[in-house]
């Protein structure tokens, strides 16, 4: 039976908004949210249908007079679609007053409306992504007469035209090596919006093209030095450039999944841009908001574990097969008690890390080095295992619908396919792992880890302390292998990142699972005893924990012996 609202149907997103916002700022989430999640589960879910199957972007290079035009075609319920979702202020609050409330909003608002969105489509939340990206590059960084002049439009709510939003990094020889970009920025004047420079040159994958209003592009002026060091940000204007042939499409990407979202190769021929900011931390400003991006794919990545997980318990309790329903079945219990404790974590987890995130990246704040350092890499651990999971998530979702898990009838093929991107898009597992060994050269990031998680294990409630051996003895193995790992020569070290940030996250998503326990609610603490074991337990192990936890854990049924006195 398909979900009639993404929200009112899971209390744990309600129980984490509650825990992290003030009280009118949850009253007003609760009954916007109760409604974005009844949209996102009926009509915004039935569009992504149509976009996926029969309504893919289209490219329309020439008019019927054969002039160049490179157009790009959306079908309506995709424009409706984007309407509903950016009237919510999926972007615009993070940057403006909320009318209802006379004050701004936050990222944990938008964060929980993308997680609606994605367990529909997750295409859709890329293009949001590139917006909330593009707004916040413009609103810290662009020079006050740009940023009045197209701020208002990118993160507009129905007040006025919307731009959406784009940012262009990859080009064909670069790839993740982003310091070999060549697309080149020429000046040519001024105007009253700032320095305008014209921009020759290629971008590979570009997402986002054509629906895009504004996208913030990465050149090299001439003489800036080579490597990312050497390159600038730069506002340009799609439409004005498009219209006057500066800007062209080549194709449009086919890609394995999130069709709803058109990727494109991207021509710029003297196309103009306004310089953003300071011309030497073009690649900063950008790496800032690469991790707002990033954030932005775990969450994508957490509302497809989400839809994943409730398609496969649904199905389970309804199929029936063998002379029973799948759910009285001991293996199918066990992958939905693992399955839903996971989930639990992944969502706490994530949603600390998002606290976290409003407080470093908010305009005028001032964070210390050692907590951007910390942020980046918990970023890091998370984009990694949460991408990872979403495609586990979906392979266990098909599995458990058996051969229809498998026919585009059923939401689960797109699951996979939209899941797949996640783990590349916003870097790759090794990209990420090079992130944390920089994290540890240049600001010993271990150490504050190590040292805040047994900070955090030093002040757990005593139902939690009973259990938390097993995190204390990973913290022990992973300060074994880092004291092994600075001994060996630097090609022997970088072979072993991943290896670093499995363990990392497995310790901080302990942590947080132990921390999810509450004296008073017995099923928190079967949802931490079902991930530990998941987590730290050996695969040989023949224990029926799982099963004894599966009506607290998958269906919230505590017997009343359970309960803590």
């Known amino acids: 039976m398909k979900e009639k609202n993404f929200y009112t149907s899971d209390p744990l997103l309600q129980k984490l908004l509650k825990r992290s916002l003030p009280e009118k700022f949850f009253e007003y989430a609760d009954e916007k949210l109760t409604a974005f999640g009844e949209r996102v589960a009926g009509a915004i879910d039935d569009r992504a249908v149509h976009t996926d199957r029969e309504g893919q972007p289209q490219l329309i290079k020439y008019d019927k007079m054969g002039n160049e035009i490179n157009e790009v075609w959306v079908n309506e319920g995709y424009r409706e679609t984007v309407k509903e979702t950016y009237e919510t202020g999926i972007v615009g609050y993070v940057h403006k007053e909320i009318p209802e409330l006379g004050h701004q909003g936050n990222y944990v608002y938008s964060y929980a409306q993308g997680y609606l969105l994605s367990q529909a489509e997750p295409g859709f939340y890329c293009p949001v992504t590139l917006t909330m990206a593009t707004s916040y590059l413009i609103d810290h960084y662009a020079a006050e007469a740009l940023r009045k002049k197209y701020l208002p439009h990118v993160i507009a709510t129905g007040d006025t035209e919307l731009y959406e939003g784009a940012t262009f990094l990859t080009e064909r020889q670069g790839g993740s090596d982003v310091g070999a970009n060549e697309v080149r920025a020429e000046a040519a004047g001024s105007d009253m919006y700032g320095?305008?420079?014209?921009?020759?040159?290629?971008?590979?994958?570009?997402?986002?093209?054509?629906?895009?209003?504004?996208?913030?592009?990465?050149?090299?002026?001439?003489?800036?030095?080579?490597?990312?060091?050497?390159?600038?940000?730069?506002?340009?204007?799609?439409?004005?450039?498009?219209?006057?042939?500066?800007?062209?499409?080549?194709?449009?990407?086919?890609?394995?999944?999130?069709?709803?979202?058109?990727?494109?190769?991207?021509?710029?021929?003297?196309?103009?841009?306004?310089?953003?900011?300071?011309?030497?931390?073009?690649?900063?400003?950008?790496?800032?908001?690469?991790?707002?991006?990033?954030?932005c794919n775990a969450i994508a990545s957490l509302g497809i574990m989400r839809r994943g997980y409730v398609e496969a318990r649904d199905y389970a309790e309804e199929r029936r097969a063998f002379g029973g329903k799948l759910t009285d079945y001991p293996m199918v219990r066990e992958t939905l008690t693992n399955l839903a404790s996971k989930l639990e974590v992944e969502m706490t987890a994530t949603f600390e890390l998002i606290e976290r995130f409003d407080q470093v990246m908010a305009k005028g704040a001032n964070p210390s080095e050692e907590e951007q350092a910390m942020l980046r890499l918990l970023i890091a651990l998370l984009k990694k295992e949460t991408a990872e999971q979403a495609i586990h998530f979906s392979h266990e979702s098909i599995e458990m619908h058996g051969g229809n898990g498998y026919i585009e009838d059923f939401v689960t093929p797109r699951l996979l396919r939209d899941a797949q991107v996640l783990t590349v898009w916003e870097g790759t597992a090794n990209i990420l792992g090079l992130e944390v060994v920089r994290l540890m050269r240049k600001y010993n990031i271990h150490q504050t880890f190590v040292q805040e998680m047994n900070e955090r294990l030093a002040n757990l409630n005593p139902v939690a302390v009973s259990l938390k051996t097993p995190v204390e003895q990973a913290i022990q193995k992973l300060t074994g292998m880092l004291e092994k790992l600075v001994q060996l020569d630097e090609q022997t070290q970088l072979m072993h990142p991943k290896k670093v940030a499995v363990q990392m996250t497995k310790i901080f998503e302990g942590v947080v699972a132990l921390e999810m326990i509450e004296e008073e609610d017995p099923r928190s603490k079967a949802v931490t005893e079902v991930f530990l074991q998941q987590t730290f337990g050996e695969e040989t192990d023949l224990s029926d924990l799982a099963l004894q936890h599966y009506e607290a854990v998958v269906n919230h049924v505590v017997e009343e012996a359970e309960v803590v006195k």
């Not at 997402?207 to 002026?221: E, K, P, Q, Y």
């Not at 439409?239 to 979202?261: M, P, Q, S, T, Y």
């Not at 310089?275 to 400003?285: D, H, W």
Request: no cysteine; glycine share 10%; hydrophobic share 40%.
């Open 195 to 295: 320095e305008i420079y014209q921009i020759t040159g290629e971008k590979y994958f570009a997402s986002n093209t054509g629906m895009a209003g504004v996208a913030m592009v990465l050149a090299r002026i001439p003489g800036a030095p080579e490597g990312t060091k050497g390159l600038s940000l730069f506002l340009v204007p799609w439409e004005e450039n498009r219209v006057e042939n500066r800007a062209k499409v080549r194709r449009l990407k086919d890609k394995l999944g999130v069709r709803a979202v058109p990727s494109a190769e991207v021509e710029f021929e003297q196309a103009k841009g306004y310089l953003v900011g300071n011309p030497k931390k073009g690649f900063k400003y950008m790496m800032e908001a690469l991790n707002l991006s990033r954030v």
